[in-house]
């Protein structure tokens, strides 16, 4: 499975934006995709999943309410829209895909990563 993540750039404080992540080759072996991210100085940790079937979504305490992820099974594209972005959202974030039927909160779950893509929020 390989997976390209888009989207994300320079946003201001109080803006939105969204990212995109293609999964492709042997995604039907998968069971659900995540957002994590990475800032300066710190570990990666769970911003938010969703399966596949059923779409069950998990999100992060800190970006509930703020962020959205969904999924388009046809596409095999997951999204994370992401609106009243704060500085501290400012991180690489990453998708992954897991072949779990749980923990889907934690990055050692998921078999396959994308590349990473930089959100800046600036103040």
């Known amino acids: 499975v390989q997976l390209q993540a888009s989207g994300g750039g320079l946003v201001q404080a109080g803006g939105s934006a969204r990212l995109s992540c293609v999964a492709s080759?042997?995604?039907?072996?998968?069971?659900?995709m995540g957002w994590f991210r990475q800032a300066p100085g710190k570990e990666r940790e769970f911003v938010a999943a969703?399966?596949?079937?059923?779409?069950?979504?998990y999100y992060a305490d800190s970006v509930k309410g703020r962020f959205t992820i969904s999924r388009d099974n046809a596409k095999n594209t997951v999204y994370l829209q992401m609106n009243s972005l704060k500085p501290e959202d400012t991180a690489i974030y990453y998708c992954?895909?897991?072949?779990?039927?749980?923990?889907?909160?934690?990055?050692?779950?998921?078999?396959?990563w994308g590349q990473g893509t930089q959100v800046t929020v600036s103040s």
């Open positions: 992954g895909a897991t072949t779990s039927y749980s923990g889907f909160r934690y990055q050692n779950e998921y078999n396959y």
């Open positions: 080759g042997r995604t039907f072996s998968t069971n659900g």
């Open positions: 969703i399966t596949w079937r059923g779409g069950v979504i």
